[in-house]
């Protein structure tokens, strides 16, 4: 069974097509990364997915059980691209009160919280303001409070923006950890093409159109290319012709 | 040149905020007109009851245009006035003449007395009327009247200022995305904040009317517990009808917009200018402004010294108001999720 199954999503907004027709699905313990340019929908197609916002037309199906249901959030840890955090809060706080609206018990709370923060590395910072965290560590705190239900699903909306290289890197060792050690599903959007190599699937967006998909090593003898961008170039181009009229 | 540029793009970013534009061109003109209209019905109140009076004494009242109605006084006159709901009462006992004004408004009282004096001038000598006063005396000053009102509505203002920019705020940072992706319903958001927000105003609430009472000295006859529970009410309308105009705005700037459009026209109707004597179409309008309710219901307990039981047509109101906006607050987040 499928984590993640995106059947035939499409949305507009009045006039404008925003996706169409998008397609794809995650399997446990794998990394899907949803790779296209800023603007071209991704963000749209994570909040369709945790259910913020409605289909056009399509389903989407997390854990077997079409969304939206109030449980699935309950598996599915969610990291927007803005920290959206309580800057007036210590991490500790913020970290409390994600956990508490999972209803989680003051021990699990406990256990949870020691867990996350010590994969993040912000033990040290625990007690601070979140105000008084540097970019990167607001990034961390994010990623925590993403795992801190355990969810099985975990989706994550550019993780990675405007972080150091080290951190960057560091986040995507825990990725790859938490998938291969916790067999964690793992949805993540980027438009960076060196950490889409490290997905297992792929699935690259245009102007909200599925241009292909498949593993990296897939995509690059499909296409003939030696490197990914490569792939997003001729793939687009391709798809360009199919979808737009000229 | 900078300076032109900058200029450009304010003119730019205004024309395209068609909202801030409008406030900025249409709001004066409402409360302009709101106003006029406020403060040219300002009639003298002319309801007046006579015990005793000649028939001479009831030509000369109903001459200068007032509404007499002849009562056989049995009880005291101040219950006479309240139940036959007059402005005022004389009674005439040979050259003794008592007049009994209702006084819920000073200024109206002392416009009706100087009136009636002048009525009555040529036959009776001024010394000879002895005047009382149903509510109050004749050291109320339009503030005693008014200070119950300012208790209510400041309680209400930054309780919808503060829950409004709360909520909004909670939006903006995107925490409130963050806070739909967890299983948490609609219906708690709503609460939590009617509750988080609601300690604060139910603080707020406690030391401004302690202040009022003791330290300013204001006018208290009713119980304290009385106004601190209508003041609670108001104070869950302000924060219900805040929220809910926060998911409307989207920055604190438009929130602050909703002040001259909402709270400013409540002012009016808290009984700072009498309803009573609006133009039938402004008094219908007091009747959709929750303030209008509470301020009522805080005149008549801190005021007439009334009871729970005389103020629950208001109390029942206010709480109708909330029930509405708590509603409409757990719809309006429908906006974000469906759930």
Redesign the interface.
Not at chain 1, 68 to 71: D, G, N, S
């Given at each position: 069974m499928s984590i993640l199954r995106v059947t035939d999503v499409s949305k507009r907004y009045g006039k404008h097509q925003i996706l169409s027709d998008i397609q794809f699905s995650a399997e446990k313990g794998q990394i899907v990364g949803l790779i296209g340019p800023s603007g071209s929908g991704k963000t749209t197609l994570i909040k369709i997915i945790?259910?913020?916002d409605?289909p056009s037309t399509g389903k989407i199906e997390v854990l077997g059980e079409r969304v939206?249901?109030?449980?699935l959030?309950?598996q599915?840890g969610?990291m927007?691209q803005?920290?959206?955090?309580?800057?007036d809060l210590t991490g500790h706080e913020n970290l409390t009160f994600?956990a508490s609206?999972?209803?989680m018990t003051k021990i699990e709370q406990k256990e949870r919280i020691a867990y996350v923060t010590e994969l993040v590395q912000l033990e040290s910072a625990l007690k601070k303001k979140v105000a008084t965290y540097s970019g990167g560590m607001k990034r961390r705190l994010s990623l925590a409070?993403a795992l801190i239900q355990n969810p099985q699903l975990l989706i994550l909306d550019e993780p990675t923006v405007g972080i150091d290289p080290e951190l960057r890197q560091s986040i995507w060792k825990e990725l790859a950890r938490l998938k291969t050690e916790e067999q964690k599903t793992i949805l993540v959007t980027t438009h960076v093409m060196d950490e889409a190599e490290k997905c297992d699937v792929l699935a690259m967006i245009r102007e909200g159109h599925l241009i292909t998909s498949g593993s990296p090593q897939e995509l690059r003898t499909k296409y003939d290319v030696p490197n990914l961008e490569d792939v997003f170039l001729k793939a687009g181009g391709e798809a360009h012709a199919d979808y737009s009229p000229r | 040149m900078r300076i032109t540029a900058l200029v450009k793009r304010i003119v730019l970013q205004l024309v395209r905020d068609k909202r801030t534009l409008a406030l900025l061109l249409v709001a004066p003109l409402l409360i302009l007109t709101l106003m006029h209209f406020l403060f040219t019905s300002n009639d003298v109140p002319s309801t007046i009851g006579v015990v005793g009076a000649s028939s001479e004494m009831i030509e000369r009242l109903e001459s200068q245009d007032f509404e007499v109605s002849i009562v056989e006084k049995m009880t005291s006159s101040e219950e006479v006035v309240v139940k036959e709901e007059l402005d005022g009462l004389f009674y005439f006992d040979g050259d003794k003449i008592e007049l009994t004004l209702e006084n819920e408004d000073p200024s109206q009282s002392g416009m009706l007395q100087a009136k009636l004096r002048q009525v009555l001038s040529p036959a009776v000598n001024d010394s000879t009327i002895e005047v009382t006063y149903v509510y109050g005396s004749e050291d109320t000053t339009f503030f005693d009247v008014l200070s119950p009102v300012l208790v209510g509505f400041f309680v209400f203002f930054f309780v919808f200022l503060i829950s409004g920019i709360g909520l909004l705020r909670e939006r903006t940072t995107g925490t409130l995305e963050r806070l739909l992706a967890t299983p948490i319903k609609r219906w708690e958001i709503v609460f939590g904040y009617l509750i988080g927000y609601g300690l604060f105003a139910v603080i707020q609430t406690i030391v401004v009317v302690v202040y009022a009472v003791n330290v300013l000295d204001m006018i208290l006859l009713g119980s304290i517990w009385h106004v601190l529970l209508i003041n609670g009410l108001i104070a869950l309308v302000a924060l219900s009808l805040g929220i809910l105009l926060s998911s409307f705005a989207a920055s604190e700037f438009q929130m602050i917009q909703f002040i001259p459009l909402v709270i400013i026209p409540q002012v009016f109707f808290t009984g700072i200018i009498p309803i009573g004597r609006m133009p039938d179409w402004l008094q219908g309008l007091s009747k959709i402004m929750p303030i209008s309710y509470g301020a009522n219901a805080l005149k008549n307990v801190m005021y007439k010294g009334q009871e729970l039981v005389d103020v629950q047509f208001e109390l029942m109101v206010l709480s109708g108001f909330a029930l509405v906006f708590i509603l409409l607050n757990i719809l309006a987040l429908k906006k974000h999720r469906n759930q």
């Open positions: 945790m259910g913020m409605k939206p249901k109030l449980k959030l309950q599915t969610y927007a803005s920290d959206a955090l309580y800057q994600f609206m999972f209803l409070i | -």
